[in-house]
């Protein structure tokens, strides 16, 4: 897999205190997929690979919302998509699941940045068959 256009949206709504909030979040990723020959040699684009993921977050707050630095960390799960641009390979989505934290900075009440380390896996089942001779 090689690196490709990476974009998507995020909303927010704090619940309960100014501690927490739920998030959901929308990702999309379009990347290429190469094979690498083993005796050298330019790598083989195989086919393009559009990914994406929807996850709804838990997400806790360290400090209250009038803070201006808010560290934070998260929890979420959702589902992951993977569909290969390639004539009769099909789509496949499974489960998925999250967790991080970071830190938001607010400049104004409706306007701030925010850095994350984010960690998304998938669920992913390889069935094969075993051949006894």
Sequence with gaps: MQNGLNYGVRASYAIGSKYTAVEFMWNHNQASTVAQPTNGGANLKLFNLNGNQFLG?????????????????????????????????????????????????????????????????????????????
Excluded: C, E, M
């Design 57 to 133: 977050d838990f997400v806790v707050h360290f400090k209250d919302g009038d803070s201006r630095l808010r560290p934070f960390i998260l929890l979420g799960a959702g589902s992951t998509t993977l569909a290969p641009d390639r004539n009769q390979v099909s789509s496949i989505t499974r489960f998925a699941w999250a967790f991080g934290g970071g830190v938001k900075y607010s400049f104004s009440r409706h306007v701030g940045i925010r850095l994350q380390a984010k960690w998304v896996a998938y669920l992913y089942q390889y069935n094969y068959r075993r051949r006894l001779v």
